[in-house]
């Protein structure tokens, strides 16, 4: 029997989180002050987390890897942040974002959390107004709003492609104000490298200086898991080179159980790897496909005229092009969620039609976006709508003012101009749906310890839709965490402060020195890069867009090989009290290849497509993720001592407010 | 292509540190210039040697985590791009390239080529931001609407990245561009306007204690920008700090 | 006063006075060349201005004490300003290019400033010290047509003339770039006027200079 209690509240949907939240404990302002609160991660989740837990009179913790909480890898995110306002009066409500985000999510997450999501969701775009976050806006001055993958209302916000900057930069702010309030205690540079329980209750961690190595204790009543997602376990991803999973293993590794690890977002339009050296991939927002069509050649020929240069793609003519999104999803056309589009864009190059020199790539054209656009603003200003020239000049403005900062993007790195040719494009690991167990007050199988943002599971299934991250995070961070983790902490307004001597701390800062010492001092041979990518290219041709049992099998002999030679033979030059990357690197590689494991495992077990997840033994006859009702649960896996032997428990998912159909987008 | 590396060494903090020569082959210019890097290290490591420290984290040009003076520019020659997304394509084969820390008393040496930035978080600290909270009860997004020129340009100053490119470029190593877009930023927008006074007080009070230099309107900062943060920041912010100084209540 | 004080040992209150003080010596130098014109047209009209501003006690005891504070201060805080920009790099760069992003005029102001100081030091050997002398040490009887004599007695020596061109050269490379600067320290940047306050500044820069040595070269030549 399960174990799991989701703790989700009765009463009918929409009341639940009203009711929730009238029931739950409260703290007094006064008691709040003697409580502690430690949050691991400074992106839009932790943050957010931070700040408003310091404004209700915590004594916040807050820790990041970076220089400067300003840095986490959340300021990448480009497009959009989702919220239903309605404003632009298309029909959206609190019922069609969260409809539209568990359709999305292939019916794989937890009702009741995306529910109180999409409740929230519009109370963020007032607050981050409020924090003086310039959104963009229409020339009457209010919010625009733009349209995103697998949905059919404009409801996503943006402040151009950097959305993710300006909200991260509103909870910095936020942060700021509570940092030199005192409130918030901030330690930069500092990465948390084990969780302290003491008599069953998470109650500090321990974290190394990663300016002076120095290895500290930190005490709180609760702890927050804000790390993010563990994309790099595929070496390439568009996340950040530091992004790790290492706070969410720690945490696993102590007890805490971890969901769905297989549910990997691949996102469809990042930019082609150019070579062996490649350290990262970079996405091209999800916004371009507002205006850009996806297509290859249609003819085998042409497609090897452009692998050798003979042809140009502007030279191939429109009945000669396969715009297989608009061919396979009429409705959804180019706005199909990222799985479809993966998917699509794989099958494509699979079978040879890919336009570069490696096979692996698809064009993403703005030439009838910018036609469409010309001859449009040809019109306002009453200008020649059939001056060619004029109209693609007028075009190339509109489309440089909603994505300039993309195509410039595009132009440093490929070294071609968007504006002139199609963008080359190819899926890359960007986000994974997966993560630390949660209940519906966000706390893990560890009492007293949380997970928000990326680093829990609950909210998207097994795909996400584009712009909903930052929504969830902010809606965690803002308005989930800072009621519910009071449920727990009225029980602590007497323990006062949580001593760190005693002897859990001993022992969990005595492992953390001893795999560290044993790093510094393994005369091995091979940079922790070498068995990073080797892990990586296992999971990406094998663990990837597409999987099956064989494949799936191999990976994980291979990644257990790959650990062991790992610890045999790693070398990790410089010592442990100093500033030494290379060390930081090897504790998360290490952390990776177990997760890696279980990723793999997870992956096995769901005999099913599913989001994210496919799996080539399930499809349909027309090659679509077939989803089995029997797989209608959340795997949570117990640690148990080695990844291998997980135990996996079943959180049973229900759907009384939403018809469980076929994921369709035709 | 081959390079001949010149880069700073510098043990920690209190080392002297000095430009040590690496000779690199095998560089494609598709490579990123940290990709380069990274090929170095890598080699570094296999000979049992300490690789070089750099600071970097998204490699999409939006951290502002990546820094490096490369042959005398923030972020090397090229313009409106961050250290992670030079590639090497700007280079040719046989260059000699000298890589060098983000320099300014405020941004001390850390490792090599690493620098602590953290005088940028204490000025951020001093009033980069609004004071208010996160009740979920503040008024409906759309209530106050703002001309959208003006919000246009608070988005402008918005996109800094914190990268430190203007205080390492400017011969005087003043924080002025950086300052004045948060400043900026605040003051286009009606939300930001009511402690704009105190804001922009608190904080060129902070950027001074902070040692930076002096604004000469030199104008390098907004040529290396790799966000093209625009000098009218700095005015208006000189205007705001004047307006300010004179008719605060304090 | 205290918050007066504080304003102005700011970074950004030093440059505004800064910025003040330039364009009160902008303003000097437009009039100083004004009155230095009119001896190419008229000796008469020379000498009339000259004892005008000579003896006016307004111009005497209120606008030349100004100016001398405007150009001491100019000067001091410049060296100040120099000397702590200098301080906040204390490690410098082995390499550093300076010219790839900006004009060599911004980047050597100070160069550019103790040119002119130089000048300054000749110019009152030159002329205001033995003015000063002539009226307040020696109290000699004022006398109306003195000055266009004593003006182009100067411009006789060619070194003197060598030395005046050379720095009005200076002069003009300071002005390039203090005129807008001085600008955009005071916050007047609005992107209507500030094309146009960048090009008059250019003009400003070159002419004023330019004519300067136009009536050093001009009396060197017909004397």
């Given at each position: 029997m399960t174990v799991l209690n989701s703790r989700v509240p009765e009463g009918p949907l929409a009341d639940k989180w009203t009711n929730h939240k009238n029931k739950i404990n409260l703290v007094n302002p006064a008691n709040k002050r003697l409580i502690d609160v430690i949050v691991v991660g400074t992106g839009l989740a932790g943050g957010s987390a931070a700040a408003t837990l310091a404004e209700l009179g915590y004594n916040v913790k807050a820790f990041c890897y970076q220089d400067s909480p300003r840095r986490a890898h959340s300021i990448a995110a480009q497009g959009g942040i989702n919220a239903a306002k309605n404003y632009q009066g298309d029909g959206d409500s609190t019922y069609r974002l969260f409809y539209d985000t568990v359709k999305g999510g292939d019916y794989r997450s937890r009702e009741e959390n995306v529910y109180r999501l999409a409740e929230v969701s519009a109370n963020i775009i007032d607050q981050c107004v409020a924090q003086g976050v310039p959104f963009a806006r229409d020339y009457g001055g209010l919010l625009d709003n733009r349209s995103f993958g697998g949905v059919l209302v404009s409801r996503t916000f943006y402040a151009k492609g950097q959305t993710g900057q300006q909200l991260l930069l509103g909870c910095y702010s936020a942060m700021n104000r509570q940092i030199a309030r005192g409130k918030i205690a901030m330690y930069n540079r500092h990465e948390m490298m084990e969780l302290v329980i003491v008599d069953g209750k998470a109650r500090g961690i321990i974290a190394r200086n990663l300016v002076t190595g120095e290895i500290e204790r930190h005490s709180a009543h609760a702890v927050v898991i804000a790390s993010g997602g563990y994309g790099n376990v595929f070496y390439l991803s568009t996340n950040a080179m530091g992004s790790n999973v290492s706070a969410a293993w720690k945490v696993h590794k102590k007890g805490a159980f971890f969901a769905n690890p297989c549910f990997t977002q691949i996102h469809p339009t990042c930019i082609p790897v150019s070579g062996d050296h490649q350290s990262k991939l970079t996405l091209m927002s999800e916004s371009l496909r507002n205006d850009g069509r996806i297509w290859v050649p249609k003819k085998m020929e042409d497609v090897k005229a452009i692998r050798e240069g003979r042809l140009k793609p502007t030279q191939i003519a429109e009945e000669d092009r396969d715009y297989y999104l608009e061919r396979r999803y009429p409705a959804f056309g180019n706005l199909v969620p990222r799985d479809v589009a993966s998917r699509a864009a794989k099958e494509r190059c699979d079978a040879g039609y890919g336009v570069n020199a490696t096979g692996e790539a698809v064009y993403l054209d703005f030439a009838s976006a910018i036609q469409r656009y010309g001859k449009e603003q040809a019109h306002i200003h009453g200008l020649d709508?059939?001056?060619?020239?004029?109209?693609?000049?007028?075009?190339?403005?509109?489309?440089?003012?909603?994505?300039?900062?993309?195509?410039?993007?595009?132009?440093?790195?490929?070294?071609?101009?968007?504006?002139?040719?199609p963008m080359m494009i190819y899926p890359a690991v960007h986000y994974t749906m997966g993560g630390v167990w949660v209940d519906y007050n966000l706390m893990t199988t560890i009492p007293g310890l949380y997970a928000i943002g990326e680093a829990n599971?609950?909210?998207?299934?097994?795909?996400?839709?584009?712009?909903?991250?930052?929504?969830?995070?902010?809606?965690?961070?803002?308005?989930?965490?800072?009621?519910?983790?009071?449920?727990?902490?009225?029980?602590?307004?007497?323990?006062?402060?949580?001593?760190?001597?005693?002897?859990?701390?001993?022992?969990?800062?005595?492992?953390?020195?001893?795999?560290?010492?044993?790093?510094?001092?393994?005369?091995?041979?091979?940079?922790?890069?070498?068995?990073?990518?080797?892990?990586?290219?296992?999971?990406?041709?094998?663990?990837g867009m597409a999987r099956n049992a064989e494949g799936l099998k191999q990976a994980i002999e291979e990644i257990r090989a790959i650990r062991e030679e790992f610890w045999k033979d790693v070398r990790v030059p410089g010592a442990a009290n100093e500033y030494n990357e290379e060390l930081a690197k090897a504790g998360r590689v290490a952390d990776f290849l177990e997760l890696g494991e279980l990723f793999a495992i997870d992956a096995l077990h769901r005999e099913e497509s599913c989001g994210g997840h496919f799996r080539e033994e399930y499809q349909t006859a027309e090659g679509e993720a077939l989803r089995r009702p029997e797989f209608q649960y959340v795997a949570a896996w117990e640690y148990t001592g080695n990844p291998g032997e997980a135990i996996m428990h079943k959180e049973p998912l229900e759907y009384k407010n939403i018809e469980v159909k076929e994921r369709s987008y035709k | 292509m081959k390079l001949k590396l010149k880069i700073w060494r510098q043990k920690n903090a209190n080392d002297k540190g000095k430009l040590v020569d690496y000779d690199i082959d095998g560089v494609s210019g598709d490579m990123s210039f940290l990709e380069m890097l990274d090929v170095l290290n890598t080699q570094l490591i296999e000979k049992g040697e300490e690789p070089v420290a750099f600071d970097h984290d998204c490699r999409e040009g939006i951290c502002g985590t990546c820094s490096l003076f490369i042959n005398g520019e923030a972020h090397g020659p090229d313009r409106l791009v961050t250290t992670c997304q030079l590639h090497m394509r700007k280079f040719n084969d046989g260059d000699t390239i000298y890589i060098e820390p983000f320099r300014a008393k405020a941004f001390p040496v850390v490792k090599d080529l690493v620098v602590d930035r953290s005088a940028f978080d204490r000025i951020q600290h001093a009033g980069g931001y609004i004071s208010v909270n996160t009740s979920g009860n503040t008024q409906d997004a759309n209530a106050i609407p703002i001309n959208k020129e003006h919000a246009d340009k608070a988005f402008d100053a918005a996109t800094c990245i914190g990268c430190g490119a203007c205080v390492a470029t400017c011969k005087n190593s003043s924080a002025m561009l950086f300052v004045s877009a948060k400043v900026s930023q605040f003051a286009l927008l009606p939300q930001g306007k009511v402690e704009a006074k105190q804001r922009v007080l608190n904080m060129v009070e902070q950027m001074d204690k902070e040692g930076f230099g002096n604004c000469t309107n030199t104008g390098a900062c907004e040529v290396e920008c790799p966000k093209g943060i625009s000098l009218e920041n700095i005015a208006r912010m000189n205007r705001e700090y004047l307006a300010a100084s004179f008719t605060s209540n304090t | 006063m205290s918050w007066l004080k504080k304003t102005f040992s700011s970074s950004i209150g030093r440059k505004f006075s800064m910025a003040l003080s330039a364009l009160f010596l902008l303003l000097f130098l437009l009039q100083h060349f004004v009155i230095n014109f009119s001896s190419v047209i008229s000796a008469d009209a020379f000498n009339e201005l000259s004892h005008f501003m000579g003896t006016n006690p307004l111009i005497q005891f209120v606008m030349q004490p100004i100016l001398m504070f405007a150009v001491v201060y100019h000067f001091v805080m410049g060296f100040v300003l120099e000397a702590k920009n200098n301080a906040a790099r204390n490690v410098k760069y082995a390499m550093y290019k300076g010219g790839a992003n900006a004009s060599w005029m911004s980047r050597n102001m100070i160069y550019s400033g103790l040119v002119i100081l130089g000048f300054l030091a000749l110019h009152f050997y030159d002329f205001w010290i033995p003015e000063i002398a002539h009226k307040y040490v020696r109290f000699e009887e004022p006398d109306a047509t003195r000055y266009y004599g004593e003006l182009v007695e100067k411009f006789e020596n060619p070194m003197r003339v060598a030395l005046y061109v050379l720095a009005f050269v200076f002069l003009a490379l300071h002005l390039t770039h203090g005129f807008q600067s001085a600008f955009q320290t005071i916050g007047a940047r609005s992107p209507k006027y500030f094309p146009f306050i960048q090009k008059f500044g250019k003009i400003f820069a070159i002419a004023i200079p330019a004519g300067f040595i136009f009536i050093a070269i001009f009396h060197h030549l017909t004397a």
């Open positions: 709508e059939n001056d060619k020239d004029l109209v693609k000049k007028l075009g190339t403005e509109v489309v440089k003012s909603k994505y300039g900062n993309l195509f410039q993007m595009y132009e440093k790195i490929v070294d071609q101009n968007p504006y002139e040719t599971f609950s909210d998207h299934g097994a795909n996400r839709l584009g712009a909903s991250a930052l929504m969830q995070g902010l809606a965690d961070g803002y308005f989930v965490l800072p009621y519910t983790i009071g449920d727990y902490l009225s029980a602590d307004i007497r323990t006062g402060k949580i001593p760190t001597n005693l002897p859990e701390f001993d022992a969990a800062e005595n492992a953390v020195k001893e795999q560290i010492n044993g790093f510094v001092n393994n005369k091995g041979s091979k940079s922790v890069d070498y068995f990073h990518k080797r892990l990586g290219k296992v999971m990406w041709d094998k663990v | - | -």
